[in-house]
């Protein structure tokens, strides 16, 4: 059977040196995924680099597509991957996290059952150092994400929104549309999910979609995450965009 555009979920990793140690895990659980029938997926790595620390550990597999880039952040990283990237769907999965069994194939079921739906996120679980798991006690119940609601909550949160960037899966024609992920230093994920929000309704999945692996050289672990001026700045620029895309009226129709 040849697969189609249509039948391809492309799974996008942006990744740098200091952990691309961690690619091996990402690719077993990418390898665990069981598809619905007529379905494969795609998996686009890109470097935000140009060393040699990176190539050594991509996995020999014709589905693999890898490519590097000079230094920009994961969100360029990532905006870059789009090149490659040939599936109706897309994915995102951080070099560090894993995917669970079953979470390809849940995003699949969603878009097929619900044709309104531009974009899924699922529940997450913290993968902490010591073997142990940390769930988010702020998950909101299993369906769809009305638009505006991620915004609202995000606001009144203190910038942390209901649902998590790192689940994301979207249909590829808006995430284009949209211009892929905001170039900032860091938040870039939740800039381009309130964007999403802001032009269309989007799913949440109770059931965990991903593990969040937690250690001490990921980006937000960082001290320069937690800058205040910079976070300040961060958040006026999605703040504003989300809310610039509501007032021009535009919205997603899949």
Not at 41 to 54: H, K, L
Not at 147 to 171: F, I, M, N
């Amino acid at each position: 059977m040849v697969t189609t555009l249509q039948q391809r979920i492309v799974v996008l990793t942006a990744v740098h040196a200091p952990g691309a140690h961690h690619l091996p895990d990402a690719y077993r659980s990418l390898q665990e995924q069981e598809l619905p029938h007529g379905w494969e997926w795609q998996w686009v790595i890109q470097e935000d680099g140009e060393t040699d620390a990176v190539a050594e550990l991509v996995p020999d597999d014709p589905r693999v597509s890898f490519a590097q880039g000079r230094r920009g952040g994961p969100g360029v990283a990532r905006t870059m991957g789009l090149a490659r990237a040939r599936g109706e769907l897309v994915k995102v999965l951080d070099a560090d996290d894993m995917l669970t069994p079953g979470a390809l194939a849940r995003d699949i079921a969603v878009f097929e059952r619900e044709p309104d739906i531009a974009w899924t996120t699922s529940r997450v679980l913290d993968a902490m150092p010591d073997g142990s798991t940390v769930g988010f006690d702020g998950d909101p119940d299993e369906g769809p994400i009305e638009r505006g609601s991620v915004h609202e909550h995000w606001k009144a949160h203190d910038y942390r929104a209901q649902v998590h960037p790192a689940t994301l899966c979207v249909r590829r024609d808006l995430l284009l549309a949209l211009g892929g992920w905001m170039a900032l230093p860091a938040s870039e994920d939740t800039g381009l999910l309130l964007a999403l929000n802001a032009v269309s309704r989007g799913y949440f999945t109770r059931e965990v979609g991903l593990m969040y692996r937690k250690w001490p050289g990921q980006a937000t672990n960082q001290a320069a995450h937690a800058h205040k001026d910079e976070r300040e700045a961060r958040m006026a620029v999605i703040e504003a965009r989300a809310r610039e895309l509501v007032e021009l009226k535009w919205r997603y129709s899949p």
